[in-house]
């Protein structure tokens, strides 16, 4: 990946949080106890490209998109944007980078004030970001309901009026208000039926061939993923476990995480059906993390190294990389 | 019943609900059988009446709900007639229920096992019967060391489990039909998978049939013996589930299968289906998915379509039955 088409370079990253401790753990000096949702995460995103990030709930997802975007301090490692170290910038130091680093989210209801009609919305946003002055503002919005395929008639209601794609649509609008170079989307169709599903992907598509955006997609939806990715990361308990295209993660994947998650999903083919699930039981907990591989008590495939050594993140082939023991032959030799 | 094969048969069934001096009609003229042992699937996406015919068949729709007309009948019994005593009897002995999200549908504030005990009331069992039983269910379902968690809160299982839980929970009454509906919407893809397969083998070991409400094709594939498709509170499509996947007849029906992201490897263009569904208040008089129907005409918006039978078994709700005739489904039978 030549360094020019970088825009996001994350090296190393943590964020921990601490679990809430009882009355009782303290007096007994209890060990503190952590949630280790980023655990040493290092990818990049380059111009123009989605790249998107699959993995079930609770596998730190949506907290590495927060710390990214940085909602949350990272507690170590380094985020940079385009080449520029906004690792621990100052909440005036983040102003400029807030304009280009944009997120959507799954549940747009939330974010927008439900007391304001949208195109209120809009202004107070195009006119705090300075995007345009307050005689152009009308324009622009206009331009921008009209970008999103929703009528005129939206700018003058409140978001409770719309339905779920709408507001998805609006969310998407406000996101793009402010001209940002990199959106990210968080499980942002991940609610809404599957027509409408398919309307807002490929809206969002259009757009970012229109815009030149970079978009973080996050979802537990592998077919939504394997649609609109260039790229694909899958993570696993605060980890990636692997990462590369979109055809080299459903053509050849190569961890065994990431064939259990694309074959848990339902098969289209009602001839094709089995008994026994791809997988049982939960992921651990976040919390309790034993040495080793986090997959290996799930593994098909472990074995004695997995429970010992974490395995390193390798390149397999040009961009496919993935960490696991299985394919690293010359670790195990040295175990033995 | 009309035939004795049968577990459930709703003929012609309307649902409406008053909303601002207008009634929305969110079932319109719904009629199916299901037979005993069978898995029949209503698959739609929201709004199109799919959870207010399952609720109306157990009688769990809200009072401001109004059947002006239809007929529901469970073994030999008109459900609609029924009395509150009556329909004790059957709520959560004879039919069962699950819902999407087991947070909201479960009690917060009673156990596992109470919730259990629940079930049942009508049963004479001595306290340590009822235990073993409840334990025995969860075992069952799969939730590992039964004998602590049925004593828990749901809040203290995660979310597989609190399903898994309320799945117990439901077949704890020996239903003979399970209504299930969404139960794997809000699941991730791994846990969904345990569901599906779970909900399978306790249908063929207990012999249930099941009414699965979805908006998920997949889920359909991998546990409908038929699907009934629904739009705006009609059925459009009804089949045998390899038939609706090999040959879809209804254009809505297309629609849903086009909007599938990678449904085949070929990289197709998603095609979304332009406009949204109508409102329940404003029903058009002629077919409701005229407006995004590519193959629509006058008589389309003038007249509501009649349900045709194509072949034996498969049934679609179009003037133009054979419009898709050359359409290629999921699968090639």
């Known amino acids: 990946m030549k360094d020019q088409d970088v825009l996001i370079d994350v090296k190393n990253l943590y964020k921990y949080f601490p679990v809430k401790r009882k009355i009782t753990d303290v007096i007994l000096n209890k060990p503190k106890k952590t949630v280790k949702a980023v655990d040493n995460i290092s990818l990049q995103i380059k111009k123009n490209e989605i790249l998107s990030l699959v993995g079930e709930s609770g596998c730190g997802k949506s907290s590495f998109a927060r710390t990214l975007i940085r909602l949350y301090e990272p507690d170590r490692g380094y985020i940079f944007y385009d080449k520029n170290d906004i690792t621990h910038n100052a909440r005036y130091q983040m102003s400029a980078y807030r304009k280009k680093m944009q997120m959507v989210f799954q549940d747009p209801y939330s974010l927008l004030n439900p007391r304001m009609k949208v195109k209120d919305i809009f202004e107070e946003e195009l006119l705090f970001h300075k995007i345009c002055t307050k005689s152009e503002v009308n324009e622009k919005i206009h331009e921008l309901i009209e970008k999103v395929g929703l009528p005129e008639t939206a700018l003058e209601r409140y978001p409770s009026e719309f339905s779920g794609g709408q507001r998805q649509r609006i969310g998407i609008a406000r996101a793009l208000a402010v001209n940002p170079e990199f959106i ?44 609109i990715s260039d790229r694909v990361a899958v993570m696993y308990l605060g980890k990636i476990v692997e990462i590369g295209t979109a055809s080299q993660i459903y053509e050849h994947y190569l961890h065994p995480y990431t064939e259990v998650l694309l074959k848990s999903a339902p098969n289209l083919d009602p001839r094709k059906r089995s008994d026994k699930p791809m997988i ?13 591989c986090r997959f290996c008590k799930r593994c098909h495939d472990a074995q004695g190294i997995c429970f010992e050594v974490e395995p390193k993140m390798v390149e397999m082939e040009p961009g496919h990389f993935c960490a696991c023991h299985k394919y690293q032959q010359e670790e195990e030799a040295l175990y033995k | 019943m009309k035939n004795p094969e049968n577990i ?73 007639a029924l009395n509150a005593e009556e329909l004790r009897k059957i709520r959560g002995k004879e039919i069962g229920m699950i819902f999407q999200d087991p947070m909201t549908a479960l009690n917060p504030v009673l156990t596992i096992r109470e919730q259990i005990y629940e079930q049942f009331i009508g049963r004479k069992m001595t306290k340590k019967e009822k235990e073993a039983e409840a334990i025995r269910m969860l075992e069952y379902v799969g939730i590992p060391d039964p004998k602590a968690r049925v004593r828990e809160y749901v809040y203290q299982f995660s979310g597989g489990m609190r399903q898994r839980a309320m799945i117990a929970i439901a077949l704890a009454g020996k239903p003979k039909l399970l209504i299930a509906d969404e139960p794997t919407t809000a699941l991730d893809v791994t846990i969904q998978d345990q569901v599906i397969k779970l909900l399978n083998r306790l249908k063929e070991e207990l012999g249930m049939s099941v009414l699965l409400i979805t908006h998920d094709l997949g889920v359909v594939s991998q546990m409908c013996d038929h699907v009934a498709v629904m739009y705006a509170g009609y059925i459009v499509e009804y ?33 979304a289906i332009p406009g949204s569904t109508p409102s329940l208040e404003d029903l058009p008089k002629g077919c409701a998915f005229a407006d995004r129907c590519p193959y629509c005409t006058d008589r389309c918006r003038q007249s509501l379509p009649e349900m045709w039978e194509i072949e034996p078994g498969h049934f679609s709700r179009c003037h133009f039955p054979h419009v898709l005739d050359d359409y290629q489904g999921l699968i090639t039978l």
Do not use: W
């Open chain 2, 8 to 80: 459930l048969e709703v003929e012609d069934l309307h649902v409406e609900f008053p909303y601002k001096r207008k009634n929305l009609k969110a079932v319109n003229g719904v009629s199916f059988s299901m037979k005993k042992g069978e898995t029949l699937g209503f698959v739609g996406e929201s709004g199109c009446g799919k959870s207010t015919t399952a609720k109306a068949v157990m009688r769990l729709l809200s009072e401001t709900a109004q059947i002006p007309e239809g007929k529901i009948t469970y073994m030999d019994q008109d459900i609609l």
């Open chain 1, 184 to 227: 990210i989307a968080d499980e942002p169709v991940s609610a809404l039926d599957v027509s409408i599903q398919a309307q807002i992907l490929n809206l969002l598509l259009k757009l970012q061939k229109d815009y030149g955006l970079s978009i973080l997609f996050i979802s537990h939806d592998l077919r939504v993923v394997n649609y």
């Open chain 1, 280 to 292: 049982e039981g939960n992921p651990p907990s976040p919390i309790d993390i034993l040495p080793g």
């Open chain 2, 239 to 271: 089949a045998d589930t390899l038939t609706l996947f090999a040959r879809p007849r209804h254009p809505y029906t297309r629609g849903l299968i086009e909007a599938i992201p990678g449904r085949n490897k070929n990289e197709q263009p998603l095609q």
